[in-house]
């Protein structure tokens, strides 16, 4: 069936490098995708967006690629602070909207 | 049912009044979530359970939305004294814990 999946459950990253979340999807009709950040207690906040005429978008620190062809879309998080360590969900949204399992982002001192 | 539903699937309603919207959920998902979809645009967080307990509220917009899941299952988002921008489609998500989200079908809500 349809799905959008995460390759990594969990990832840490130290204190100011980048870092890569990534993420599959497989319906090719979806043309609209979405990365949300969810830390403890609280619920999915949109952090960007990106549509599928595009193959990549920048946010502030964050950066995200579209490879059709391969049907993976990546989130780069630039300098990462401790701020961001919540899990990372990505969601395509076509004719209906489909949330990935999460990425939880580990941020090492 | 096998997926989340939602109703009803269309609510016209003239402003000033009230609605409820009703999700029910994924038979044993332990959390359930509401978000407001604009025409074109991805859902946007309103607020979320985990079992009865609303973990976060910070989504809703204004005092005239409220939500409840008094047993831990259905779940209601009432909006009062609807206005004309309160118009969107609503939708109801539900998971286990921290997985994947699956969607309800929506309520797209008109307000005259």
Same mark, same amino acid.
């Given at each position: 069936?349809e799905?959008?999946?995460?390759?990594?459950p969990?990832?840490?990253?130290?204190?100011?490098?980048? %870092?890569? /979340? $990534?993420?599959?999807?497989?319906? %090719?009709?979806?043309?609209?995708?979405i990365?949300?950040?969810?830390?403890?207690?609280? &619920?999915?906040?949109?952090?960007?967006? /990106?549509?599928?005429?595009?193959? =990549?978008?920048? &946010?502030? *620190?964050?950066t995200?690629?579209? $490879? =059709?062809?391969?049907?993976?879309?990546?989130?780069? /998080?630039?300098?990462?602070?401790? &701020?961001?360590?919540?899990v990372y969900?990505?969601?395509? %949204? &076509?004719? =209906? /909207?489909?949330?990935?399992?999460?990425? *939880?982002?580990?941020?090492?001192? | 049912? !096998?997926?989340?539903?939602?109703?009803?699937?269309?609510?016209?309603?003239?402003?000033?009044?009230?609605? !409820?919207l009703?999700?029910?959920?994924?038979?044993?998902?332990?959390?359930?979530?509401?978000?407001?979809?604009?025409?074109?645009?991805?859902?946007?967080?309103? #607020?979320?359970?985990?079992?009865?307990a609303?973990?976060?509220?910070?989504?809703?917009?204004?005092?005239?939305?409220? !939500?409840?899941?008094?047993?831990?299952s259905?779940? #209601?988002?009432?909006i009062? @004294?609807?206005?004309?921008?309160?118009? !969107?489609?609503? @939708?109801?998500?539900?998971?286990?814990?921290?997985? #994947?989200?699956y969607?309800?079908?929506? #309520?797209?809500?008109?307000?005259?």
């Amino acid at each position: 069936g349809e799905s959008v999946g995460l390759h990594l459950p969990t990832l840490s990253v130290q204190e100011g490098d980048n %870092s890569i /979340i $990534n993420c599959a999807y497989s319906n %090719s009709a979806s043309d609209y995708f979405i990365w949300y950040k969810q830390e403890s207690g609280k &619920g999915p906040q949109f952090i960007i967006d /990106i549509r599928s005429n595009m193959d =990549k978008r920048q &946010g502030q *620190r964050v950066t995200v690629l579209l $490879n =059709k062809t391969v049907k993976h879309l990546s989130l780069q /998080i630039a300098a990462t602070q401790p &701020g961001d360590s919540a899990v990372y969900f990505c969601a395509e %949204s &076509g004719d =209906k /909207i489909i949330f990935g399992k999460g990425t *939880r982002l580990h941020i090492l001192p | 049912g !096998a997926g989340v539903s939602q109703s009803p699937r269309y609510k016209v309603t003239k402003r000033g009044q009230d609605v !409820a919207l009703r999700c029910d959920p994924i038979s044993g998902h332990v959390s359930l979530y509401w978000y407001r979809q604009a025409l074109g645009q991805g859902p946007e967080f309103l #607020t979320y359970f985990n079992y009865e307990a609303q973990q976060d509220k910070s989504g809703l917009p204004n005092d005239r939305f409220s !939500a409840e899941r008094p047993e831990g299952s259905i779940s #209601t988002l009432t909006i009062q @004294r609807t206005e004309q921008r309160d118009s !969107a489609m609503y @939708r109801c998500a539900s998971s286990s814990s921290l997985e #994947t989200q699956y969607f309800g079908p929506g #309520t797209r809500l008109l307000v005259l």
